[in-house]
C-alpha cells in the first residue's frame, strides 16, 4: 500500500519558482516560498509556507533517517518501518490509533495521506482541509514515539515488502539492472544497497530490529516539519508545541557512512531478457551533492539542462535530431543526497545504428563541452527555462512542502532553496565547463569511474532469476 | 615485514600424500598425517604431527578470526592486527617482549617466523629447534592477550601497512582489478572488501580499534594450534597446557556475515594500463567451499585438474596445443574457504586472436564439459596425478601443519583432512559433469553469476590512479 521513493535522487529536480527579472539592475533578491522557520525547545524544525488560495493544507514529518543507517545485514529496515508506522499507535499524550486506521480517518477527514523513503530520509504526510491540521498533527505527533504494532501486524506486513519488491524489482529487468548498477557504482558505500532491501534481508527482519532503528532515530531533534497551505506561521507554531512539543529531545547518533574507494578500472553491468524490446545503455557518475558542494551541484543541474532539458538541448539535437544515431536520449541530476548525487546518462541508439555508436557520440559531446564550453545565449536560455520550469511548484498545494523538505532533509539550508533562482542565475559558463571535466570527462576518469549498464533484447530462450513477463519499469523514476 | 595471505583462498591446493593403492582391493583407508587432536580445558584444540627425520618443529596457532570479521568502515583492522601482534606484550604468566623483540628472538635461537592473514584466520608460526618449542609456545601464549604495543609503535606500524598497500595495490593494476573483481562477485559479502583494506579505512585505525577487535577474536577457545615436527602428541599437550593452559576461555561471539543477493545481469571490470603488455582475461565464478559441501568441493577439485592441471589438461591441450587460441589458460579453485570459495578462469589470446576468441573457446569446453561428461580414464589420471602431487607435502616441515590449519579453520573436520586421498578417489564423473552443469553453466548462469575482469595494453596516455610504473602482480597467489 504504502510507496517508497527508491530513485528520488534522480528523479527529482529542485523545482523553485524564477521571477521576473529586472535584466542588470542590481535588486535585492526576492525569496521564493518566503517561509517561516521556527524551532521548537526539543529541537524539532518547523518551516511553514502559506498559501491561502484554498482552504487545505499539506503536512509532512520528514525524518533525517534513511536506508543508508541501516545496519549491515538488515536492509530494507527504514522501509520497513515506515510501513509499520500505519500498524498500530498506543500514546496517552495523543490517543490510541488501532492498525490500519491512520489512513482511514484521513480519509474519513476527506483528506489524503502517504509516506515514502529514500537512502537518507523517510518522510510522513497528510493533505487536508486546514481546520483539521490540528487532528493530523495529533496523530503523527502519537506515532512519532509511540508506535506498537501487533505481532501479527508486523509479520503480515513483512509479507508485504517481500511482495512489494517481488513486484517491483524482482519482475523487472530494468529494476534488477539498477540494483546491480547502484552496487557497482556506490561499492563500500551503503547507496550500493537498495533502499527496499535485498530479499533475503527482507525476510529475516523482526520488530525488534525495527523497534531499536525507530527508538534511535525517530526523535524530534532528529525531523523536520514542513506545513504549507492555508495556515499563518503562529498557528502552526502553536499547534506544533501543543503537540509535538510535549515530546522530549532524545540523542540521537551521528550519521556514519562508509566510504567508497577510488578505483581505476571500469564496471559495466549486461542483462538480456526477453522482456526488453530494444537495446539501451545508462551511465552513472559520482558527483557532488548540494549538501557536498553547492557551487558544483548548481552548475551540475545547469549542466544537465543545457545537455538534456528538451528539444533544443545538446544531446537530443545532435544525437536524435541530427545525427540520427539515437532514437532517445537522456540526463539526470538532482543535487539532493547526503552524501554523492549521480548524474544518469541513458540512450537507445536509433535504427541502423548499435548502443557504442551512441555511447561515442555521447563522449564526442562531453569532450566538446570540456573544450569549448558552453554559450553565453545557450547558459542564458537554460537558466530562464529552468526558472521557469520551477514556477509551478509554488502554485501546488504540496508542492513547497516537498521542495523544501527535500532540501532541508539532505543538508540544504533554508536560504539555498529560498535564493535557489538567484543562484542558479550566478552560475557561470566557466563552471558548467569545470563540472564537466571535473566530473563526466571520458578521457579522464574520476577517482569513482563511471559504471554503464547494458540492457539488450532476447530472443526466446531462458530469463534467468527473472519472471519472464518482465514488467514495466516505475522504479527510477518512482516517488509515491 | 609481515606479509599476508591476500589472494590464498585461490592458491591453496589442500596438498595430501597419496599412497600406493591396491587397484581394486578393499583396504581400510590409511590416514595421511596420523595427526593427534587433543582438547585444552579452555577450549584450544591442539593438533600434533610427529615427523622425526630432523630436530625442527613448525609452531603455528591459527585464529577463527580474518577481515571478514570486521566492522564496516575499518577494514584491514584484521591485518594491522596481526601487524601489531609483533609489537610488544606484556604478561605476568608469559613475561614481557619488547616491540619488534619477538622475531628477534625467534631468529637468535635460530629460528624463523612470520605470519598471514585472510578473510577467515590469521595465522602465526615459528620453526625452530625442537627443543625450543616451549620457548616459542610461551612467547605465543604471552601474546594471545597480552599484547600492550606503545602507542608510537601503532602510529608506525599503520605507516607499514599503508606503504604495503601503496607498493602491491595501489602501484599494480592487476591487484586493483582484483580488488574490483572481488567487489562485483561479492556484493553485499565482506569478501568483496580487500583484506588489506581499503586505504582511507586503513588510515583512519586506531589502537582503540584493534584493542576491542583483539578482545573479542584472540582467545584460546577461537584458536587452533598446530604443531609438526620432532616432538610428540603427548610431549606437545603437555607443553600447551603448561602455557596456553593458563589462559581461561571467553565468550566469543558467532561470526555473523552478510550474504550476497542473487543477480541477473553479468557484471565485467576493463583497466587498460600502460604497463600491461598483452591483454587477458580472468573470469570467476562463486562455488561451494569444502565447508559449505564437501562433496561439491571435491569434484570441483577434480574438475580443477582435469580442465587446468598441466600439459594434459583439457584447457591446455585444446585452447593453447591444438587450437592456437590461447597463449595461456588457467583453472584455479580451492575448497578452503568459510563462505563461499570461487573458481577462476584466466586466459591470454595467442596471436592473431582477441580475448573474445579465447572466452568463447573457454565457454565451449564447458559446454562439452557439461554435456559430455569425463573418461573414466581422465578421471582416474587426475585423480592419480592430485594424489601423486600432494604426497611431497606431508615431507616438508611446514606442509603438514599449514595443510591441517588450513582445512581445520575453515571447517574442515580432521577426518577430512586425514582421508583426503580416499575422498578424492571417491569422486565420480557425474559428479564432476554436476558440478559444471550447476555453477560453470555458460547458458544457464548461476544465482550470483561470474564476473570478468579484462586488462588491456595501454598505449601512452595517463595511467589514472596508478602509478605508471605499475608493478609485479604478486598477490594473486601470494602466502607470506
Given at each position: 500500500?504504502?510507496?517508497?521513493?527508491?530513485?528520488?535522487?534522480?528523479?527529482?529536480?529542485?523545482?523553485?519558482?524564477?521571477?521576473?527579472?529586472?535584466?542588470?539592475?542590481?535588486?535585492?533578491?526576492?525569496?521564493?516560498?518566503?517561509?517561516?522557520?521556527?524551532?521548537?525547545?526539543?529541537?524539532?524544525?518547523?518551516?511553514?509556507?502559506?498559501?491561502?488560495?484554498?482552504?487545505?493544507?499539506?503536512?509532512?514529518?520528514?525524518?533525517?533517517?534513511?536506508?543508508?543507517?541501516?545496519?549491515?545485514?538488515?536492509?530494507?529496515?527504514?522501509?520497513?518501518?515506515?510501513?509499520?508506522?500505519?500498524?498500530?499507535?498506543?500514546?496517552?499524550?495523543?490517543?490510541?490509533?488501532?492498525?490500519?486506521?491512520?489512513?482511514?480517518?484521513?480519509?474519513?477527514?476527506?483528506?489524503?495521506?502517504?509516506?515514502?523513503?529514500?537512502?537518507?530520509?523517510?518522510?510522513?504526510?497528510?493533505?487536508?482541509?486546514?481546520?483539521?491540521?490540528?487532528?493530523?498533527?495529533?496523530?503523527?505527533?502519537?506515532?512519532?514515539?509511540?508506535?506498537?504494532?501487533?505481532?501479527?501486524?508486523?509479520?503480515?506486513?513483512?509479507?508485504?515488502?517481500?511482495?512489494?519488491?517481488?513486484?517491483?524489482?524482482?519482475?523487472?529487468?530494468?529494476?534488477?539492472?539498477?540494483?546491480?548498477?547502484?552496487?557497482?557504482?556506490?561499492?563500500?558505500?551503503?547507496?550500493?544497497?537498495?533502499?527496499?532491501?535485498?530479499?533475503?534481508?527482507?525476510?529475516?527482519?523482526?520488530?525488534?530490529?525495527?523497534?531499536?532503528?525507530?527508538?534511535?532515530?525517530?526523535?524530534?531533534?532528529?525531523?523536520?516539519?514542513?506545513?504549507?497551505?492555508?495556515?499563518?506561521?503562529?498557528?502552526?507554531?502553536?499547534?506544533?508545541?501543543?503537540?509535538?512539543?510535549?515530546?522530549?529531545?532524545?540523542?540521537?547518533?551521528?550519521?556514519?557512512?562508509?566510504?567508497?574507494?577510488?578505483?581505476?578500472?571500469?564496471?559495466?553491468?549486461?542483462?538480456?531478457?526477453?522482456?526488453?524490446?530494444?537495446?539501451?545503455?545508462?551511465?552513472?557518475?559520482?558527483?557532488?551533492?548540494?549538501?557536498?558542494?553547492?557551487?558544483?551541484?548548481?552548475?551540475?543541474?545547469?549542466?544537465?539542462?543545457?545537455?538534456?532539458?528538451?528539444?533544443?538541448?545538446?544531446?537530443?539535437?545532435?544525437?536524435?535530431?541530427?545525427?540520427?544515431?539515437?532514437?532517445?536520449?537522456?540526463?539526470?541530476?538532482?543535487?539532493?543526497?547526503?552524501?554523492?548525487?549521480?548524474?544518469?546518462?541513458?540512450?537507445?541508439?536509433?535504427?541502423?545504428?548499435?548502443?557504442?555508436?551512441?555511447?561515442?557520440?555521447?563522449?564526442?559531446?562531453?569532450?566538446?563541452?570540456?573544450?569549448?564550453?558552453?554559450?553565453?545565449?545557450?547558459?542564458?536560455?537554460?537558466?530562464?527555462?529552468?526558472?521557469?520550469?520551477?514556477?509551478?511548484?509554488?502554485?501546488?498545494?504540496?508542492?513547497?512542502?516537498?521542495?523544501?523538505?527535500?532540501?532541508?532533509?539532505?543538508?540544504?539550508?533554508?536560504?539555498?532553496?529560498?535564493?535557489?533562482?538567484?543562484?542558479?542565475?550566478?552560475?557561470?559558463?566557466?563552471?558548467?565547463?569545470?563540472?564537466?571535466?571535473?566530473?563526466?570527462?571520458?578521457?579522464?576518469?574520476?577517482?569513482i569511474p563511471p559504471v554503464t549498464g547494458y540492457l539488450l533484447p532476447k530472443e526466446g530462450g531462458d530469463d534467468q532469476g527473472l519472471d519472464a513477463m518482465g514488467g514495466a519499469s516505475e522504479m527510477q523514476g518512482e516517488i509515491r
Amino acid at each position: 500500500m504504502r510507496l517508497s521513493v527508491l530513485f528520488a535522487l534522480f528523479l527529482l529536480l529542485l523545482p523553485c519558482p524564477s521571477f521576473a527579472k529586472d535584466t542588470g539592475a542590481v535588486q535585492t533578491p526576492e525569496k521564493v516560498f518566503n517561509a517561516q522557520s521556527y524551532m521548537l525547545d526539543n529541537g524539532l524544525q518547523v518551516v511553514v509556507v502559506e498559501n491561502h488560495r484554498a482552504p487545505v493544507v499539506t503536512h509532512m514529518i520528514w525524518y533525517r533517517v534513511g536506508a543508508a543507517e541501516e545496519q549491515p545485514g538488515k536492509s530494507g529496515m527504514a522501509h520497513f518501518m515506515e510501513h509499520l508506522m500505519f500498524k498500530g499507535q498506543t500514546s496517552e499524550a495523543f490517543g490510541d490509533i488501532a492498525p490500519g486506521d491512520f489512513s482511514k480517518i484521513v480519509r474519513s477527514l476527506g483528506g489524503k495521506d502517504n509516506a515514502f523513503t529514500s537512502q537518507d530520509y523517510t518522510a510522513y504526510y497528510q493533505s487536508v482541509a486546514s481546520d483539521q491540521l490540528e487532528t493530523v498533527m495529533t496523530m503523527e505527533a502519537g506515532r512519532m514515539r509511540g508506535m506498537s504494532p501487533p505481532a501479527d501486524e508486523v509479520v503480515s506486513e513483512n509479507k508485504v515488502i517481500l511482495e512489494e519488491r517481488r513486484q517491483r524489482t524482482d519482475n523487472d529487468p530494468r529494476a534488477q539492472m539498477d540494483e546491480q548498477l547502484n552496487a557497482a557504482l556506490f561499492v563500500n558505500h551503503p547507496y550500493g544497497i537498495p533502499v527496499i532491501g535485498w530479499l533475503h534481508e527482507m525476510e529475516g527482519l523482526t520488530w525488534d530490529d525495527e523497534k531499536a532503528f525507530y527508538d534511535l532515530w525517530y526523535e524530534p531533534n532528529n525531523a523536520i516539519l514542513v506545513v504549507s497551505g492555508d495556515v499563518t506561521g503562529p498557528e502552526v507554531l502553536a499547534l506544533a508545541q501543543k503537540t509535538y512539543g510535549k515530546i522530549p529531545s532524545a540523542k540521537v547518533p551521528e550519521r556514519i557512512r562508509t566510504v567508497s574507494p577510488p578505483f581505476v578500472a571500469q564496471m559495466s553491468v549486461t542483462l538480456a531478457h526477453s522482456s526488453i524490446r530494444e537495446p539501451s545503455f545508462q551511465r552513472g557518475y559520482r558527483v557532488p551533492s548540494a549538501r557536498q558542494n553547492k557551487q558544483d551541484s548548481l552548475a551540475l543541474e545547469v549542466l544537465e539542462e543545457i545537455m538534456g532539458g528538451g528539444a533544443t538541448s545538446r544531446l537530443y539535437k545532435d544525437l536524435v535530431v541530427e545525427g540520427k544515431v539515437a532514437s532517445s536520449i537522456s540526463i539526470s541530476y538532482s543535487g539532493n543526497a547526503w552524501d554523492d548525487a549521480t548524474v544518469w546518462i541513458a540512450g537507445v541508439p536509433a535504427e541502423g545504428n548499435v548502443l557504442q555508436d551512441v555511447e561515442a557520440a555521447v563522449d564526442d559531446e562531453l569532450r566538446k563541452l570540456i573544450a569549448e564550453g558552453v554559450r553565453a545565449d545557450e547558459l542564458k536560455d537554460a537558466v530562464t527555462r529552468m526558472q521557469a520550469d520551477a514556477i509551478y511548484a509554488r502554485d501546488s498545494l504540496s508542492g513547497p512542502a516537498m521542495t523544501i523538505g527535500y532540501g532541508l532533509i539532505t543538508g540544504s539550508t533554508l536560504d539555498d532553496i529560498e535564493y535557489w533562482p538567484r543562484d542558479i542565475e550566478m552560475v557561470s559558463a566557466d563552471q558548467v565547463q569545470d563540472v564537466a571535466k571535473r566530473f563526466l570527462n571520458p578521457d579522464a576518469p574520476a577517482k569513482i569511474p563511471p559504471v554503464t549498464g547494458y540492457l539488450l533484447p532476447k530472443e526466446g530462450g531462458d530469463d534467468q532469476g527473472l519472471d519472464a513477463m518482465g514488467g514495466a519499469s516505475e522504479m527510477q523514476g518512482e516517488i509515491r
